[in-house]
T-cell receptor, first 108, second 115 residues
């Protein structure tokens, strides 16, 4: 069992739809990260969370420490949001353990 | 924001040769950099943690004599894949933590193909 599990693995949406990607982890964390990986491989850090909720533009990330669960939401999705979204847990020593990613495709 | 520059973006090399990948933090000092590998359709895996001025810390199962890491300055870490084999073909990416906000910044990655 992966230490970080994401669902769904693949997600196809129509432009404008509200999207949710889920992440569960099995052990304690110092922080939870959401990353975006584009087709060329480049990775952008979206959020770093240790509690509560963060919002940046159309992206919202939440975390429930007790339930060891985090969600990434995209409001009013757009084709340019198409990418792989990766959840990663951070433990001591700044080590990241990654989920397998969610491939999001937003169709116009 | 913080920028990490990684070169080359892609490289093709012959079996048995060595390949060096560079990772530079452009606008901040990085005492620690991280090297990851990603095989197709798989998640990123941490290979090693590069520490400026000291030896790198390798993850279990990663051969330190094969993947040489040097972090000689606060802005440069290098990963050398020695005696490369086709099974080393992968996407290698580095990251560093911006001390100003503790966020991770990633290099653009290097796609290595060993023929």
């Amino acid at each position: 069992k992966n230490e970080v599990e994401q669902s769904p693995q693949n997600l196809t949406a129509q432009e404008g739809e509200f999207i949710t990607i889920n992440c569960s982890y099995s052990v304690g964390i110092s922080a939870l990260h959401w990353l975006q990986q584009h087709p060329g491989g480049g990775i952008v850090s979206l959020f770093m969370l240790s509690s509560g909720k963060k919002k940046h533009g159309r992206l919202i990330a939440t975390i429930n420490i007790q339930e060891k669960h985090s969600s990434l939401h995209i409001t009013a999705s757009h084709p340019r949001d198409s990418a792989v979204y990766i959840c990663a847990r951070e433990t001591s020593g700044s080590r990241l353990t990654f989920g397998e990613g969610t491939q999001l495709t937003v169709n116009p | 924001g913080a920028v990490v520059s990684q070169h080359p973006s892609w490289v093709i090399c012959k079996s048995g040769t060595s390949v060096k990948i560079e990772c530079r933090s452009l606008d901040f000092q990085a005492t620690t950099m991280f090297w990851y590998r990603q095989f197709p359709k798989q998640s990123l895996m941490l290979m090693a943690t590069s520490n400026e001025g000291s030896k790198a810390t390798y993850e279990q199962g990663v051969e330190k004599d094969k993947f040489l890491i040097n972090h000689a300055s606060l802005t440069l870490s290098t990963l050398t894949v020695t005696s490369a084999h086709p099974e080393d073909s992968s996407f290698y990416i580095c990251s560093a933590r911006d001390p100003r906000n503790y966020g991770y910044t990633f290099g653009s990655g290097t796609r290595l193909t060993v023929v």
